[in-house]
């Protein structure tokens, strides 16, 4: 099993920036993909950005040129750095490790508001 535990959320003006933590235990080894997904009420929950363990990144179109997605596989966490903030990014943000064969394992989320 793997745990994900995120860290970083809270509310922002628009045009303000977070900066979005998830660190990985337990068993670490193998993981492929570590990446954040969002959710909104009615919606289905997307990706926002993902990371694979060689480095390869993979955006969501509306957050390209805002965000940052960067990982440090010596700590098993991975950030996601969010600038230039919108309305539209309000959700809750999922933190997302993948394995092959194995799956999915999904952190808890953590509320990202941005509201003037």
């Known amino acids: 099993q793997v745990q994900l535990v995120e860290s970083g959320g809270g509310l922002v003006q628009p045009g303000g920036s977070l900066r979005l933590t998830c660190v990985a235990s337990?068993?670490?080894?193998?993981?492929?993909?570590m990446g954040w997904h969002r959710q909104v009420p009615g919606k289905q929950r997307e990706l926002v950005a993902n990371i694979a363990s060689g480095g390869v990144t993979n955006y969501l179109d509306s957050v390209k040129g805002r965000f940052t997605i960067s990982r440090d596989n010596a700590q098993n966490t991975v950030y996601l750095q969010m600038d230039s903030l919108k309305v539209e990014d309000t959700g809750v943000y999922y933190c997302?490790?993948?394995?092959?064969?194995?799956?999915?394992?999904w952190g808890q989320g953590t509320q990202v508001t941005v509201s003037s």
């Open positions: 337990g068993d670490v080894s193998n993981i492929y993909t």
């Open positions: 997302n490790a993948y394995k092959f064969v194995l799956g999915n394992y």
